[in-house]
């Protein structure tokens, strides 16, 4: 049975040519699907080129959402590549293919373009109340090296190794069907982006399944070319609500609610700093919007329905 190869794009008209024509060099054995969320530019139009399916949505519902709509477009195909835009496979997808039927999930390498692994983006760890405070309060931005944030992005892993792991990026992550099927797929309501991927990977481990990393498949990797295309404003808010949606429904209560403190606190001097770098309110209401998040998800114990900045 042929695997499938799921894109979501959004604004993608620059990348997704190339990521295309590497997967049918390298896999054209495999059914492709791009399922659009309603870009601006000439994305669909360059896919369209392609003999590859295509859908596309009439509003951004979200990459969960968007995900899960590709799977189901190919019943028949099992396993499932999600793989972003933006990553172009530098080898083909047999040992993947394997790994991935023999543990339930199966992920690579990620390179930037000069060659050098991503490392602390490829592999993560799930996120622990100490990390996600450490990387709330802005330590470890200001000191990447301490403990916690090492443990946290496996900087204590040799990626030139494979190995078992928890976190790999949603960029380049296979699946069975099986497994997303007894998940109920991507969770649609971490919208429209953020700590869907790691969501999904820490219910697969809770149910049991193995997560296998493989370093002799790798992709060529950008990094941040849909998010970036977010409007500013709202980057930082579905940042932290998607965050704060992840701790509230993996975290004790205590842990969901110190992180809730810990983004208010580390939030203050972003308000400041960005006021003063951008010298504009534009920051300025980004961050006040997730102080209020906080501290309403904080009192209540829940995390409410945020819409867009204007």
């Given at each position: 049975m042929?695997?499938?190869?799921?894109?979501?794009?959004?604004?993608?008209a620059v990348e997704i040519g190339s990521c295309l024509d590497?997967?049918?060099r390298l896999a054209p054995e495999w059914q492709v699907v791009v399922v659009d969320n309603r870009s601006s530019d000439q994305t669909v139009a360059h896919v369209k080129q392609r003999s590859v399916m295509v859908i596309e949505n009439k509003?951004?519902?979200?990459f969960a959402a968007a995900v899960n709509q590709g799977v189901r477009a190919l019943p028949d195909a099992n396993p499932i590549l999600l793989l972003n835009p933006d990553a172009r496979l530098q080898t083909g997808l047999t040992q993947l293919t394997a790994d991935c039927h023999k543990h339930g999930l199966a992920a690579g390498r990620l390179v930037d373009p000069s060659g050098n692994?991503?490392?602390?983006?490829?592999?993560?760890?799930?996120p622990t109340v100490a990390a996600v405070v450490f990387e709330s309060l802005g330590i470890n931005k200001l000191w990447p090296s301490n403990p916690v944030n090492r443990h946290y992005r496996y900087l204590d892993l040799d990626l030139n190794q494979p190995a078992?792991?928890?976190?790999?990026?949603?960029?380049?992550l296979m699946f069975r069907r099986d497994v997303w099927t007894k998940l109920g797929g991507l969770d649609e309501s971490f919208h429209p982006v953020w700590f869907e991927d790691v969501d999904f990977c820490k219910r697969a481990m809770d149910a049991g399944y193995g997560i296998y990393f493989d370093p002799s498949v790798a992709a060529e990797h950008d990094g941040g070319s849909s998010v970036g295309k977010i409007p500013s404003?709202?980057?930082a808010v579905f940042w932290y609500v998607s965050l704060l949606r992840y701790t509230r429904k993996h975290f004790t209560m205590l842990g969901f609610r110190t992180v809730c403190a810990a983004v208010v606190v580390g939030s203050i001097p972003r308000v400041v700093a960005g006021a003063i770098r951008e010298r504009s309110l534009q920051s300025v209401r980004s961050y006040w919007k997730v102080i209020w998040v906080s501290v309403r998800s904080f009192i209540q114990a829940a995390v409410p329905e945020v819409s867009p900045a204007r």
């Open positions: 042929a695997g499938a190869v799921v894109i979501v794009t959004y604004n993608s590497a997967v049918a509003e951004n519902r979200g692994v991503q490392a602390g983006f490829t592999l993560r760890r799930f078992l792991v928890e976190q790999p990026a949603g960029a380049l404003g709202n980057r």
